[in-house]
């Protein structure tokens, strides 16, 4: 097992087995001392911090637009879009989750000791888990409002879900904030303290039961802290999905309408296809990163959980650039931006 998993497994085990674990004391200290032949070199650690601090900031900036216009757009209406009220909840918990990152990054590389206590540990876990529960939930909200807003069906059930999905956003917005608090905070308390339930004593099993037993309890606990975010993932695919579909199926009509000229609301179309496809890759390999990351499989500085890492600060810079070049408001916002600061410079 990785250094993270063997944490778990050992508080599992101080649990439910106190008097054995205080006698495997010493055999813990040793481990602990070997953990250091695992630190990183001071390159790698430059370096891992260059790419994911980049990473960080261009996310911060690319949310920051995002959640300024959408802020600007408020003030001077008085009041925000259903989409604009997604982007502003996904821009600032991306915000927060990419200033949260760059510390994590920062403690774990510079001071390894005081990162890896376990208050300092879990604390930041759960804020992790909390802000990335939320990103997670406020991406598959938009890709579903998409999927609603966009796609053709005759269907009873989604013509009424298209009148009302505007109305029932901003509960379905809470609603997810609630639940990923929910999740973050069994694991920030410690839901490490789940009962045995055994009807033998615990002293009558030997210890290779007890490391199964452990094993077992970390296992339960990981598939259930991350069920979170297998809902919004599924939740994503089917709203991708059927988007696709729906768009390639008002392709095919349109071809058989055609006079022959180019159409450019086919080649919207086709764009529309394009990014929901890139957003649904992005999504998947985010999520699977995260699953891994949070599930604790790696060693804190072995190569894997690295690229997880990269993974997950890569994500959220990446899909908000993207946001930006393909939904028209935040594009044309983009351009007055660029057009007065070259005038800025100009002058």
């Known amino acids: 097992m990785s250094g993270s998993y063997h944490r778990l497994a050992h508080q599992v085990l101080r649990r439910h087995f106190p008097a054995d674990i205080e006698e495997e ?3 813990r200290m040793i481990q602990a001392c070997s953990s250091s032949e695992n630190d990183l070199s001071p390159s790698l650690v430059i370096w891992m911090l260059i790419i994911i601090g980049t990473e960080c900031i261009l996310g911060i900036l690319a949310n ?3 959640v300024a216009i959408n802020i600007a757009e408020w003030i001077h209406n008085k009041v925000l879009s259903t989409s604009g009220k997604i982007l502003l909840c996904l821009g600032v918990s991306r915000i927060g989750l990419q200033s949260l ?3 994590e990054l920062t403690l774990s590389s510079t001071s390894p000791q005081f990162y890896n206590d376990d208050v300092v ?7 992790f888990m909390f802000l990335n529960h ?3 939930w406020f991406a598959a ?3 579903f409002f998409y999927f609603v807003k ?3 069906f005759s269907y009873s059930l989604f013509l009424k879900l298209k009148w009302r999905i505007s109305r029932l956003m901003p509960w379905l917005l809470q609603l997810s904030v609630f639940a990923s608090l929910g999740q973050s905070v069994l694991f920030f308390q410690n839901i490490h303290t789940m009962n045995c339930n055994s009807m033998f004593p615990p002293h009558s099993f030997n210890s290779t039961w007890k490391k199964s037993f452990a094993e077992a309890t970390v296992i339960n606990l990981v598939l259930f802290l991350n069920l979170g975010i297998f809902i919004p ?6 709203a991708a999905t059927l988007l696709i579909i729906s768009l390639k199926r008002h392709i095919l009509h349109m071809k058989s309408n055609a006079t022959g000229s180019r159409d450019p609301s086919m080649e919207a179309h086709l764009g529309a296809i394009r990014a929901i496809s890139y957003f649904l890759i992005l999504y998947i390999v985010k999520v699977l990163a995260l699953f891994l990351y949070m599930s604790n499989f790696f060693d804190i500085n072995s190569p894997l959980n690295i690229l997880c890492k990269i993974i997950m600060a890569a994500y959220p810079a990446g899909h908000s650039i993207l946001l930006i070049q393909d939904n028209p408001g935040l594009k044309r916002a983009w351009k007055r931006l660029q057009a007065r600061v070259h005038l800025y410079f100009k002058k």
């Open 233 to 238: 993932l599924v939740m994503f695919i089917l």
């Open 121 to 127: 540990y879990h604390a930041f876990r759960g804020c």
């Open 25 to 27: 004391q010493p055999l």
């Open 150 to 152: 966009v796609a053709d």
């Open 141 to 143: 909200w938009l890709s």
């Open 64 to 66: 920051g637009f995002i």
């Open 134 to 136: 939320c990103s997670v």
């Open 101 to 103: 990152m760059m510390l």
